[in-house]
């Protein structure tokens, strides 16, 4: 989940949603878990990103039922 060309401390929307899919998939490995749940813990935009993400995945869940 890590860029070295990434500012430090600014969030990567791509990045984090192609993770939080990995997650919701349940193919996202431990370490990067790790790592994402931290970021969570330290930002509040990876966390509203978090919530925009899942609200999205449930609308397309809704709508593909």
């Known amino acids: 989940m890590s860029d070295p060309h990434q500012t430090p401390g600014k969030l990567d929307l791509k990045e ?3 993770t939080l899919q990995d997650l919701e998939d349940g ?3 431990e370490k990067e878990r790790d790592e994402l749940m931290a970021r969570l813990d330290e930002s509040p935009a990876a966390r509203r ?3 925009e993400y899942f609200d999205q995945s449930a609308v397309f869940k809704m709508e593909g039922a």
Request: proline share 11%.
């Open 16 to 18: 984090l949603w192609l």
């Open 27 to 29: 193919v996202l490995p």
């Open 49 to 51: 990103a978090y919530l």
